[in-house]
């Protein structure tokens, strides 16, 4: 089991950032492959970043390519997604996964543990 909380979310103006953290716990953070997603109110959950066990490789969706950094601390367990240059079209709430193996998964079905959500809003 992993179990996952994330924090950081907020309200913030478009061109705003903000940073986004999820504490892992219940298993070696080492040995799990992470992600963030993201979910809009009537839309489906979609990647934002997908995370190798090592943070050494990572996938972003092209809708945040050059906005958005993630990176994970194996020492802390915990993952980080930076947002930077904020879109209204980036509100949503997101969550952070964890799934056992390596590799990187963009699917939200690929991951078995999920925390409960951070708000994000980002007003024009």
């Known amino acids: 089991q992993v179990q996952l909380v994330e924090s950081g979310g907020g309200l913030v103006q478009a061109g705003g950032s903000l940073r986004l953290s999820c504490a892992a716990s219940g298993r070696t953070f080492s040995s799990v492959t992470m992600g963030w997603f993201r979910q809009a109110p009537g839309k489906e959950r979609e990647v934002v970043v997908g995370?190798?066990?090592?943070?050494?490789?990572?996938y972003y969706a092209d809708s945040v390519k050059g906005r958005f950094t993630s990176s994970r601390d194996n020492v802390k367990d915990t993952v980080y997604l930076q947002m930077n240059s904020l879109k209204p079209e980036d509100t949503a709430a997101y969550y952070c996964a964890a799934r056992r193996g390596s590799g990187i998964y963009v699917s939200p079905p690929q991951y078995a543990y999920w925390g409960q959500g951070t708000q994000v809003t980002v007003s024009s």
């Open positions: 995370i190798s066990m090592s943070g050494g490789a990572t």
